[in-house]
């Protein structure tokens, strides 16, 4: 017994040490107003942009996620107003429609499949959100796959949005996988290359990663500039 008391000790004693480090970080911010008013923000930018690699907080891991970054942060830098900051508002809202067209086809299916009071919640995804906590990676990529390429989900061939791999990923555990791929090939079938972009929201992101880097260069050789006269 004196040896398991000495035990409790030592793991008290070490407890205690840790307890010391804690109290050396503050438990709340200083501000926690702003800290909420932050984090309230960061989830409705999250709603809003609907970003194709959630857990990239960079937003830069994939061509759509950094243009559309790209364009948001060069519009904070335009005067509101102008034809600058009209002109990006365009292409931001382009892009936005784009994503928000293609999670609004997954709630008609999921409405359909009889989810509609839990649509919301299944298709929202947090920056949390990490592949380490997925219950099945696999079996949720490759009924990514069948959805990319045997329906028309998605709005481009390229690499479809990370986003839905977690979401697949519930689905599976809720058992409405295979159901789901069998009511979008019926409700959105592929389309021929000629039927794309019918709608008008499709995004030439080439051109648009061209314009941002562009802008991102004329902003380098104006700090350039700048640097250059006050010296």
């Not at 891991?61 to 009209?86: C, N, W």
């Not at 949720?140 to 986003?163: I, V």
């Not at 009511?183 to 709608?199: H, L, M």
Request: glycine content about 6%; aromatic content about 8%.
């Amino acid at each position: 017994m004196g040896a398991a008391f000495r035990r409790f000790c030592c793991c008290c004693c070490s407890a205690g040490d840790e307890d010391d480090d804690d109290e050396k970080q503050p438990l709340v911010p200083q501000d926690p107003l702003e800290y909420f008013n932050r984090e309230v923000q960061k989830r409705r930018d999250e709603e809003t942009n609907l970003w194709s690699e959630p857990g990239d907080p960079s937003h830069s891991e994939r061509d759509d996620d950094r243009v559309l970054y790209s364009l948001l942060q060069a519009r904070t830098k335009t005067r509101m107003g102008s034809t600058g900051y009209r002109r990006l508002s365009c292409d931001i809202e382009a892009m936005r429609d784009t994503r928000r067209e293609v999670r609004d086809k997954w709630r008609t299916i999921l409405e359909n499949l009889g989810f509609t009071a839990e649509a919301d919640s299944l298709l929202t995804v947090s920056a949390g959100a990490s592949s380490d906590r997925m219950r099945n990676a696999p079996a949720a990529r490759a009924l990514l796959h069948s959805l990319h390429t045997e329906t028309a989900l998605f709005d481009t061939k390229g690499p479809p949005p990370e986003r839905y791999l977690f979401i697949l990923d519930r689905f599976l555990y809720l058992d409405i996988g295979e159901e789901f791929l069998a009511k979008a090939k019926r409700f959105y079938p592929p389309r021929d290359s000629s039927d794309e972009d019918v709608n008008g929201l499709g995004i030439n992101l080439p051109l648009l990663l061209a314009r941002v880097e562009a802008m991102n260069g004329a902003a380098g050789s104006d700090s350039d500039r700048d640097g250059s006269d006050r010296s």
